[in-house]
């Protein structure tokens, strides 16, 4: 199965990633969420939930956005990282992710 994870900060600045099975052999949803969760605390994002429950999609959506599209433009290996534990998290063919508009798609 290929997976495509599309980060798009805006007009023109898109990063697309094409995550094939052998990419992601070994990672499991489990490992996927943690990883997030670690990233999520590191880059010290907030809460976009008042309540306080941080759904998947909203924690991939805080994990693209506070490590700015710099990350992605200049540090390929994480970026491929991001999009192997998006694809596995998520569990979708397509997803993208929208940090202009705050959204994700599938």
């Not at 670690?38 to 429950?53: Q, S, T, V, Y």
């Not at 491929?80 to 993208?96: H, M, S, T, W, Y």
Request: proline fraction near 3%.
């Amino acid at each position: 199965m290929l997976h495509h994870v599309i980060v798009s900060f805006g007009d023109k600045k898109e990063y697309e990633y094409k995550v094939t099975a052998a990419d992601i052999a070994g990672i499991t949803a489990d490992d996927a969420r943690r990883w997030l969760e670690r990233e999520f605390e590191a880059l010290e994002c907030d809460l976009p939930n008042p309540i306080g429950k941080v759904l998947l999609a909203d924690r991939v959506l805080s994990v693209a956005k506070y490590a700015g599209e710099r990350r992605f433009k200049e540090h390929a290996p994480w970026a491929e990282q991001f999009a192997r534990n998006a694809a596995v998290a998520l569990g979708r063919d397509v997803i993208r992710v929208d940090v202009a508009n705050y959204s994700v798609g599938y």
